[in-house]
C-alpha cells in the first residue's frame, strides 16, 4: 500500500518562494569563488583539464593529442561526454568551471528532491550548499563531484520504486544506474550499495525485494563485465594491483571524519561556520516536538525507516570502505560528506521558527562565499607567478614538472602537483599526464615510452626517475622550490651529468630549466 508522509502545509506558497529565494542567494554565494578567479586551488583539476584539451586537439595532427586515444565507454567517460559537447566551442578552464558550476548548483536541488521523497523537510537542502566545499573538491576529483547530482536523483527514483511501487521508477532506475556507471565508478558502487539499503527498507515482501534488486543490478553489471573483460592492464595499472589493501583503523576514520567532510580550505580559519553550521542543527531539533504520540500511533513505517537506515548505511560504508582498492585511492575519504548530509534525512521534519534558522543559514552561506573570494584571490595572486614562467617558455615543446614544494600558503593541500599540465593547457605542449596510463581512464597514451612507465617522475625523493624513456626527449623542466627551504636543487635532481640544463627563467619560487642539447638522451 503506497505510504504517505503527514505534514502540515500551513501556507505551502509562502515556503516554496523563500525554498527558492534561499537556494538562488545561496547558488550565487557558493559559486561566486569559483568565477572571480582564473585559478583555483584544487589538486587533480589541472589533470582534468588537461585530458579535456585533449579531447579539443584530437583532429590537429600538429597538436600533442596525436598520442592519445579516445575510448568513449568506460567509467569516467560521462564527464568527458559533457565536456566534449563545449570542446569546439568553448575555452578550456571555462569548461572546467561550468563543471564545477553544474556540480554546485544542481547537488543541492537533486538532494532537496531526495529529501522531500523520503518525507523530510526539503528545506534542510540548504544544509547541503556549504558541504560542498569538502574534501572531494580540495582534491579536485571532478568526475566525481559531478556525478553527485545523478547519485541523489537515483536514490530519489529509488525511494519512489520502494515506498509506492511506482512502475515508472522501476524502468528509470536501471538506466540511470548505467548512466553513474558512465560517471563514475566508486559513485555507482556506492550508490548501487544504497539502492539495495532502501529496497529492502521499503514495503513489499522479501521476494518482491529480492527481485527488485536482481532487475536493477543486471543491467549495470551486465555493462560492467563487458567492460572488465575488454580491459588491458598498463603497467601503471599493475603497479596500483599490486598495492595491499588499506584499511585505517575505525577510530582514526572517526578522528579525522570533520576534516574529511570540510577539508575544501576556505574552513581554514573559519571556524564560526562550523560552530554556526552545528547551531542551526541544534535549534531545529530543540525547537521542534518530536510528536512522540503521533510516532507512537503510527509504529515505524517505512518511510521513516528509510530515513534511519540510509545515514545509518552510509556511516557504516565510511568506516567499513578501504583508503585504497585496486587503482583507486582516497576512497572511505570521499565519503565523509555523505556522513553529515544523510543525518539531515533524521531531523525532525516540522520544526517551528524555521524562517528564522534558514535566514541565519542563508547568511552563513553568503559569509562563508566571500571569505573563499578572498582565500582564492590570495591563492591566485600567489600562482600567477607560475604561469608567468611558462609564458616566458616556447609553445608546443615537452616539459617535466617537479614540484619540491607543492603547498600554497593559503591551502592546506599539494595543490601546485599537477601545475605543470598548464603548460598543455595554455601552450599545446606536452606534459606527462598520470590519468593518461590508467586502463579505466577514457583518454589513453599511444606513445610507447608512456604506456610503458607507471608515471614516476624524478620528483619527491627519486631522481632515478628521470632515467625513464619518456625524459629522452623532455626541452623544460619546471621547478618549484622556495630558496629559503633548501639549496640549489639541480645537484639533486639532475645529478651524475644525467642532464646538462641551464636555468632559462626564474618567478619567486618558480623556475624553468632547459637542456642545452635538446636531444640528449639519458643515462643507460
Partial sequence: MPESFPSPKPDRTRTDIFLFFGIAVASIAIILPILMVDLLPFVDYPLHLSLIGILRDLDDPAASAVQYHV???TPYSGMYWIAALMVSAVPIETIGKLLLILYMVFTPPAFMVFLRATGQNPRYGLLMYPLLYNFNLSWGFLPFLISMPLVFLTLSVTV??????????TAVLPVLLIFLFFMHLFAFLVTLFLVAVIILSGTGTFRQKLWLLVWFGAAPVLVNWIWYRGLSYSVADQVFLSKKLVIPPVLSKLAFLPEYILSGDPFRGYGVVLGSMAGIMILYCMLDRLRSERLKSAGFPAGLRIRWIVPAAVLGAYLACPYSLLTAVWLFNRLAFLVPATLILVLPANPPRRMIADCLLILIIAGFGLYTVRLYLLFEREAVEGLACLERIEPGKRLEGCFIDSRSRYTDHTVYDHFD????????????????????????????????????????????????PRFRE???FFLRQYPEKGSNPIPYLFGDNLFDVRQAVVSGPWSI????????????
Avoid at 586502463?439 to 625513464?468: Q, S
Avoid at 630549466?513 to 643507460?524: H, L, N, R, S, V
Fill in 71 to 73: 575510448r568513449w565507454f
Fill in 160 to 169: 519512489a520504486v520502494a515506498l509506492r511501487n511506482s512502475k515508472p521508477a
Fill in 474 to 476: 623532455i626541452d623544460y
Fill in 421 to 468: 599540465q598548464y603548460y598543455q593547457i595554455r601552450y599545446e605542449g606536452v606534459v606527462h599526464n598520470p590519468f593518461a596510463v590508467l586502463t579505466h581512464m577514457p583518454i589513453r597514451y599511444t606513445d610507447p615510452h608512456f604506456k610503458r612507465e607507471a608515471g614516476v617522475t624524478g620528483c619527491r625523493g627519486n631522481p632515478p626517475g628521470w632515467r625513464l
Fill in 513 to 524: 630549466y632547459q637542456k642545452k642539447d635538446p636531444a640528449m638522451e639519458t643515462g643507460p
